[in-house]
């Protein structure tokens, strides 16, 4: 059987997590449950697991650090992270480590983890019942791991004997002391889709790296290193002509291997170029350099080959503009506008990508609009969505660039946009919805029951009783809800005063608005502002 173990400082979790899980019709074994990362990993060295599921923050040791350390024990390891955090960059730490899923404690139900692990485990059998071909990339030469330990200890250790680490490098055929080098970094496009076509990662890569090497041949003198599972390394020495402002010939060569692997394996390269360098710091400066320009790869297209450039972010602060994008898209799913979202969605991108903002905090910024948009539908009682909050979380910690980011905007708001569309077939349901829709349009100023009855040709008693009937709130609660809800919103998101935020919400009277907002959030305006910044 296969061992499972369970690591979380919340209790409840761990009791929910053995209690409902049928861990013995899975056929899997539950060999430890242990409050922080400390314990377990000293349980991980006697006995690694087969699959982990573990929170993230922890005492004594988080659980990034332990994911680390039983995979250094146990490479093959499945991790499942649980975790209350929404932290973007947490979660994206986990993601990077590559754990099978990540799941939020807030949403978390016992059908989603026993999906999860029987699916897994129907990977654990196919892969045991394929006949791997005879070149296994699990077998790999001698030569392979001295390739391996060799690209690693120039990127990540100090060298400090050049002349002995040239020596190394003859080994491998790079001649840097003779001629320049150009490194280009080349990472897979797509990879959870790339990565699905093969039995593991390691075969995915192990064949990328032999359509490479093959179309190579020809090019004496450049050397190929693996420097994860997702990304390749190719050192162009000067030899075939190159010129220090010429980058043709490295240009035909990489689009002979882009070509090769769509047709052969349907994977997609993406490359970014280096300078020539002619001695060793220079280089290996460049070669980190390129590892690390994220940035510029998220605002290219899949398949593209650029040369690196410096990309200074945007000094603006995009979260000034947060209150703006979330009211456009949002008029746009209440008013049904279909035409309208491609054109909204394009000219927030394209003002983004002239910006040059920072591609982490790009994604953070839209995912926290699609999940205020989902709160505000799920509000109005009305929405209902296939991306919950964890499928979202994951969806964003995938994206590689600004087109994927597109798309996945676009259909969150079409989707809304198709489900408030069929309301207006159910003719209770079709006036309230009306009703919702007006206020959120209307939340600048003040909105009563008569007023919207008048909008919807209905008697106002009439209209309360249904209103009443339909949502089990009454009219005036749910306006009150409404604007205190877009309150805490203009809060959190602006530097507006108290006195601009209520003037916005149509509230002459700034007592009675924040008598409002105190019996709405339990703290006056002022203090739901700074509850954090004592912290």
């Not at 991980?44 to 087969?50: E, I």
Request: aromatic share 12%.
């Amino acid at each position: 059987m296969l061992k499972v173990m369970l690591v979380d400082d919340d209790i409840p979790v761990l009791e929910f997590l053995e209690r409902t899980i049928p861990w013995d019709r899975l056929q899997l074994q539950l060999t430890g449950m242990f409050e922080n990362g400390l314990k377990a990993y000293e349980h991980v060295k006697q006995d690694p697991p087969d699959l982990l599921i573990t929170d993230i923050g922890m005492p004594l040791m988080d659980g990034i650090q332990l994911i680390r350390l039983t995979k250094e024990i146990n490479p093959d390891v499945m991790v499942i992270i649980l975790s209350c955090h929404d932290d973007f960059k947490l979660a994206q730490q986990a993601i990077k480590l590559n754990v099978h899923d990540y799941l939020l404690k807030e949403t978390i139900e016992s059908e989603t983890v026993v999906r999860l692990l029987e699916e897994w485990l129907r990977q654990q059998a196919d892969k045991e019942a394929s006949q791997a071909p005879p070149a296994a990339p699990l077998l790999h030469s001698h030569k392979q791991i001295m390739k391996e330990q060799f690209i690693r200890s120039t990127l990540y250790n100090p060298v400090w004997d050049v002349e002995e680490w040239l020596e190394q490098a003859r080994q491998f055929s790079i001649q840097l002391q003779l001629r320049p080098y150009m490194p280009v970094l080349g990472y897979i496009d797509e990879y959870r889709t790339a990565r699905g076509k093969f039995i593991s990662e390691e075969n995915c890569i192990f064949a990328v790296e032999n359509v490479i090497e093959e179309i190579l041949k020809p090019h004496e003198g450049t050397v190929l290193f693996r420097l994860s599972m997702q990304e390749i390394l190719l050192l162009f020495d000067s030899s075939n002509s190159l010129k220090v402002n010429d980058f043709d010939v490295v240009r035909r060569s990489l689009k002979q291997i882009q070509f090769a692997l769509s047709k052969y394996l349907k994977i997609h390269l993406s490359f970014v170029l280096g300078d020539l360098n002619a001695s060793f710091k220079p280089l290996k400066d460049n070669i980190l350099t390129l590892m690390k320009s994220k940035e510029q790869r998220f605002y290219k297209e899949y398949g593209s080959i650029y040369k690196h450039r410096p990309f200074p972010y945007a000094a603006d602060d995009l979260y000034l503009h947060y209150t703006a994008a979330v009211e456009q898209f949002q008029k746009i799913v209440l008013e049904r506008k279909t035409e309208d979202v491609e054109a909204e969605v394009d000219h927030w991108l394209e003002w983004i990508r002239q910006n040059h903002y920072n591609p982490e905090v790009v994604k953070e910024w839209f995912l926290k609009i699609l999940l205020s948009l989902q709160i505000k539908f799920k509000s109005m009682q009305h929405f209902r969505t296939l991306y919950s909050q964890d499928v979202l979380h994951r969806i964003f910690l995938d994206i590689e660039n600004i087109g994927a980011l597109r798309a996945v905007i676009i259909d969150f708001l079409q989707e809304a946009i198709a489900f408030t569309s069929q309301l207006f077939s159910q003719p209770n349901r079709m006036e309230i919805w009306e009703a919702q829709r007006y206020v959120a349009m209307n939340l600048h100023r003040k909105v009563t029951l008569e007023e919207v009855a008048k909008h919807l040709h209905l008697n106002p008693s009439y209209f309360s009783r249904l209103y009443k009937k339909e949502t089990g709130e009454n009219f005036i609660e749910y306006v009150i809800r409404s604007k205190m809800e877009k309150a805490q919103e203009l809060l959190d998101q602006s530097t507006r005063s108290i006195d601009n935020i209520a003037d916005s919400l149509g509230y002459d009277n700034k007592s009675y608005f924040n008598k409002l907002f105190k019996n709405f959030s339990g703290m006056s305006p002022n203090d739901y502002r700074m509850r954090f910044q004592s912290h």
